[in-house]
């Protein structure tokens, strides 16, 4: 149990690093690890692992300021509030993995970012990062789309961005890196979109990790009418939320809170195999038989039709006219896949 004194003291060990220009690759690399760095999209996935997993593989560094789904703005913030933050902690990823050029890819939609940071690039200062401006769509900002839209390469099916030679980073992560290296701070705090119809002042928050999310919708001036439905995450990828005292994690980019008019939650229909899931799918799979073989516990079969190569963006189920619960299904499924596989290797089959 630790009592909060609420003095908000740092420890003795947190505070300005002298002479990072010295510091060596695996140097940094153990910092990150230090810090507590995951992915802050939404992923949260150790960024030390996929430093460690990329080195020597990885060519193509690239920044991910493509906030994609709708109603979150927080990375966006932090690309007009903190974009210092964001350059030098890309100079940092690039000595790691002993590069020289960075993308940090940001949408259309977030035009005055793009031009903020260009004027940054423009002094002279950072000169080894290359914005790229990207039509906005979704889902942009997911790494193996990213990854095609910058370098045209493909990760195939089973594999990762290091294997065609990329790693893609937050814009926020990017920061956090920063923020450890140069501060001493480890991850202790993020920046979360608290919004929806029924958020009576929708704003950004910096927030400590551990906050109770009841603590946020009262500093966004509460609810103005009773929420349907509250996300945390966007509203394509996010998980519903059924407790206020539930806690902001690493991941926690947005907390949503819909009004009954926002929100239609419509009866499930039987699939009219119309085949619009296929048409919208960005990883190419076929949700109907995905979903048909989820809904069977066909484990070999979901294999075969590549369930992990689901990103879990929703395009399918938001598409859907019958209200199937695609995404949901599969994240269950991707469960009890692993679940099955876990079961196989104890009995040796
Ligand atoms: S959620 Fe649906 S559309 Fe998105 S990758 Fe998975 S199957 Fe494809
Ligand atoms: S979009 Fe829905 S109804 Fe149409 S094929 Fe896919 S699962 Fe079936």
Redesign the pocket.
């Known amino acids: 149990m630790i009592e909060n004194d609420f003095q908000d003291t740092p420890t003795a060990e947190i505070g300005p690093r002298k002479q990072v220009d010295q510091l060596t690759g695996p140097e940094l690399q153990e910092i990150v690890r230090e810090a507590g760095i995951v992915g802050m999209g939404g992923a949260a996935f150790p960024s030390h692992v996929k430093i460690s997993s990329g080195l020597g593989k990885v060519d193509t560094l690239i920044i991910n300021g493509c906030e994609c789904e709708p109603y979150i703005t927080s990375d966006y913030r932090m690309l007009l509030e903190r974009p210092y933050e964001i350059l030098d902690g890309i100079d940092i990823l690039l000595r790691i993995f002993g590069l020289e050029h960075a993308y940090l890819a940001i949408e259309s939609n977030k035009h005055p970012a793009v031009e903020g940071i260009t004027d940054i690039l423009s002094e002279g200062c950072k000169s080894r990062v290359m914005v790229r401006e990207l039509r906005t769509r979704y889902p942009q900002g997911a790494e193996k789309q990213l990854i095609q839209t910058i370098t045209g390469r493909q990760v195939p099916p089973g594999k990762l961005p290091a294997d065609v030679g990329c790693a893609v980073f937050n814009v926020d992560t990017t920061a956090a890196i920063f923020r450890a290296v140069y501060q001493g701070m480890p991850l202790i705090r993020r920046i979360v979109t608290v919004t929806g119809s029924a958020v009576r002042r929708p704003k950004n928050l910096r927030v400590r990790i551990g906050t109770p999310i009841r603590d946020l919708f009262e500093n966004a001036g509460g609810f103005s009418s009773l929420p349907k439905k509250i996300i945390m995450g966007g509203p394509m990828m996010g998980v519903a939320q059924y407790d206020l005292s539930v806690p902001v994690i690493k991941g926690t980019n947005a907390l949503i809170a819909m009004s009954e008019k926002e929100c239609r939650i419509e009866e499930t229909k039987s699939c009219i195999r119309c085949g619009k899931?296929i048409s919208?799918?960005?990883?190419h799979?076929m949700?109907l038989y995905?979903n048909l073989f989820a809904d069977r516990n066909r484990f070999d079969q979901l294999e075969a039709y590549n369930l992990s190569d689901?990103?879990?963006?929703?395009?399918?189920?938001y598409v859907c006219p019958s209200r199937q619960p695609?995404?949901h299904n599969?994240r269950t499924a991707k469960r009890r896949l692993a679940e099955e596989k876990k079961r196989q290797q104890r009995s040796g089959a």
């Open positions: 899931c919208v799918c960005p990883m799979l949700p995905l689901c990103i879990e963006c929703g395009a399918c189920t695609l995404v599969f």
